[in-house]
C-alpha cells in the first residue's frame, strides 16, 4: 500500500474547503486550516507535499509562510479571485487558480505540480 501525497488546504471559506477536500481526498490525504497561523503550525509538523494557499485570507497571509514551505520542500498553489493577488505574495513563478475554478482545473493542476 502507498502513502498518501499530503496536502494542506489553507482557506478560510468552509464551502470552498470543503468542495476542494471532497474532489482530492480519493486520491490524497487532505488537511484543512482556516488561517495562516495554522498554516504554519501544519507545515512544522512535516510530511505535507502541496499547499493550496488562499491569497486572500482575513487576517492576511504570513509573509514568512511561502518561504517557509519552499525551505521544507513544500509545493504552493496559490488560489483567488484576484489574480494581482499572486503578485504581491510571491516574485517567483507559482501555479495559480483563478476562483471561481473547475473541479477538473483543480485536478490537473494539482497533478501537475505533483508530475514536476
Not at 476542494?20 to 507535499?49: C, F, K, P, W
Request: hydrophobic share 45%; glycine share 6%; aromatic share 4%.
Amino acid at each position: 500500500m502507498t502513502e498518501k501525497n499530503a496536502i494542506l488546504v489553507v482557506e478560510d471559506d468552509p464551502l470552498v474547503s470543503e468542495v476542494i477536500a471532497a474532489a482530492l481526498d480519493d486520491i490524497y490525504q487532505i488537511t484543512i486550516v482556516e488561517s495562516a497561523s495554522e498554516a504554519m503550525v501544519s507545515l512544522s509538523q512535516g510530511n505535507i507535499r502541496l499547499m493550496l494557499l488562499d491569497c486572500t485570507l482575513p487576517g492576511g497571509v504570513d509573509p514568512g509562510l511561502i518561504p517557509e514551505a519552499d525551505r521544507l520542500g513544500t509545493a504552493v498553489i496559490l488560489m483567488s479571485g484576484d489574480p494581482g493577488r499572486m503578485a504581491k505574495l510571491t516574485d517567483q513563478p507559482r501555479p495559480f487558480m483563478l476562483k471561481p475554478f473547475t473541479l477538473t482545473g483543480l485536478i490537473d493542476t494539482v497533478r501537475s505540480v505533483f508530475a514536476t
